[in-house]
């Protein structure tokens, strides 16, 4: 895998439940089926060994704003959002506006 932080399954099944977001929303996301998705969770605490499916998840937890954190000084891997509650709800209610939509990087 490259340099990116490994992610397991409970990662992700994790990630999904600190966003509050469902499998199928997360799948689509991904661009992986809600069927992937899902053996990858039941996959419990084994890494994803798919370079594939591992930049498929990484998609979908930046879609989310979900960034996992590595382990590291003997602590595991975890997750936390990118943004607080208050900015997604303003994120979200700006790009329901509609218009022309831009880059979301920021510098």
């Known amino acids: 895998m490259s340099d990116k932080v490994q992610i397991s399954g409970r990662v992700i099944a994790a990630a ?15 661009g992986l089926s809600i069927e ?8 419990g605490s ?11 998840l990484n998609r979908g937890l930046e879609y989310f704003g979900v960034i996992v954190i590595g382990e ?3 602590m595991g891997a975890g ?8 900015d997604v709800r303003q ?3 700006l790009e329901s506006e509609g218009g022309i939509t831009g880059s979301d990087d920021a510098p």
């Not at 999904?16 to 991904?30: K, P, W, Y």
């Not at 992937?36 to 996959?43: G, N, P, Q, S």
């Not at 997750?79 to 208050?86: A, D, E, N, S």
């Open 91 to 93: 994120i979200d209610r």
């Open 46 to 56: 084994a890494w994803v060994q798919s370079e594939r499916d591992a930049k498929a």
């Open 36 to 43: 992937a998705v899902r053996l990858i969770e039941e996959k």
């Open 16 to 30: 999904r439940a600190l966003a509050s977001i469902n499998q199928t929303d997360f799948a689509a996301a991904a």
């Open 72 to 74: 590291s000084d003997g």
């Open 79 to 86: 997750v936390r959002l990118k943004f607080t509650r208050q």
